[in-house]
Nanobody, 119 residues
Framework: VQLQASGGGLVQAGGSLRLSCAASGNVFSINTVGWYRQAPGKERDLVASITTGGNTNYADFVKGRFTISRDNAKNWYLQMNSLKPEDTAVYYC???????????????WGQGTLVTVSS
């Protein structure tokens, strides 16, 4: 199983970016998916997550600005609006995946995509 994150880049403060993550490989089902971020010298923090039922959870520092969504296939997204310089970080997608019917759910990570917000 591989997760491929894309959509990062350089944007001015107040701008928007949309991150995408696609899962590929031996995937039976995808449970909760999400996005984390890690700024230089800091720990990796949860940004947002969404369950198979569509229940979402957001970190306080992105509420009202970021929106997580997913489709019925193997893709999920993070729409980031009103970006701030403090949002600068490497963003990682995450998913809990079962590889076959009788397998336990296992956490997978994407490779990370860099988001840089200039002031």
């Amino acid at each position: 199983v591989q997760l491929q994150a894309s959509g990062g880049g350089l944007v001015q403060a107040g701008g928007s970016l949309r991150l995408s993550c696609a899962a590929s490989g031996n995937v039976f089902s995808i449970n909760t998916v999400g996005w984390y971020r890690q700024a230089p010298g800091k720990e990796r923090d949860l940004v947002a997550s969404i369950t198979t039922g569509g229940n979402t959870n957001y970190a306080d520092f992105v509420k009202g600005r970021f929106t997580i969504s997913r489709d019925n296939a193997k893709n999920w997204y993070l729409q980031m609006n009103s970006l701030k310089p403090e949002d600068t970080a490497v963003y990682y997608c995450h998913a809990d995946i079962r590889r076959h019917l009788f397998a336990a759910s296992v956490a997978f990570w994407g490779q990370g995509t860099l988001v840089t917000v200039s002031s």
